[in-house]
């Protein structure tokens, strides 16, 4: 992504929310994931949901914001099967998430502490 920015070509962000995953789906990766088998995983999700819970943010904004903080990205490719949250999805890129938010997912340890976009 790096690499791309630096000559200049912008990119679109896509699989925002990990086939789902990240915002309560049960595909993970694009395969079906179960608790036993990923135990991992749920827990992060737990976790991020926890925080985001606790500062008042949809998880799906989270992941948004998260999508386009790294230099370069110029856009989203969102799917949505629902005309009505198409408004949601615009007030999702647009809106910006605080940096306490963002701090306490490195402090929790669900990003990594030196992430220098967010």
Known sequence: MEQLHRAGIPMINSAVFNAGFLIGGP???YQRVSEATHPEVFDWRLRFHTVCDRHGIQ????CCQF???PPGVAALALNTSKPVHISRNVEYVTCSLPDAFWNDLKTEGLLTPDYPHV
């Open 59 to 62: 998880p799906a904004h989270a």
């Open 67 to 69: 999508s386009l903080s």
């Open 27 to 29: 595909y993970f990766d």
